[in-house]
């Protein structure tokens, strides 16, 4: 079993920065590919990011790319998601997600663990 806690979200100007934490509870975290996802308001939940199992791979979202990271620390049990260079746009609520797979994953329904959520919001 995994639970997964998301914390750092918040409001921000944009053009500011937040950085996104994803704690997760258990020795299980170590082998397994992780990401983020996020729903805005009248959306569905949309891919943003995924690292695999040791964090030598990385991909995102088209909309995201050059501006977010994702990064993890397996000793912590800890999942990053920086967000530089931020956007109306990137409002959401941004969800942490881990799943039984070691590489790469995109597809929301290959998660199996899910955070509670936390609030980003980008006011211009």
């Known amino acids: 079993q995994v639970q997964l806690v998301e914390s750092g979200g918040g409001l921000v100007q944009a053009g500011g920065s937040l950085r996104l934490t994803c704690a997760a509870s258990?020795?299980?975290?170590?082998?397994?590919?992780m990401g983020w996802f996020r729903q805005a308001p009248g959306k569905e939940r949309e891919f943003v990011a995924t690292?695999?199992?040791?964090?030598?791979?990385?991909d995102y979202a088209d909309s995201v790319k050059g501006r977010f990271a994702i990064s993890r620390d397996n000793a912590r049990n800890t999942v990053y998601l920086q967000m530089n260079s931020l956007k109306p746009g990137d409002t959401a609520v941004y969800y942490c997600?881990?799943?039984?797979?070691?590489?790469?994953?995109?597809?929301?329904?290959?998660?199996?663990?899910w955070g509670q959520g936390t609030q980003v919001t980008v006011s211009s």
């Open positions: 997600a881990a799943t039984m797979r070691a590489g790469l994953t995109w597809n929301k329904a290959q998660y199996d663990y």
């Open positions: 258990g020795r299980t975290f170590t082998g397994r590919a």
């Open positions: 690292i695999n199992w040791n964090g030598g791979s990385t």
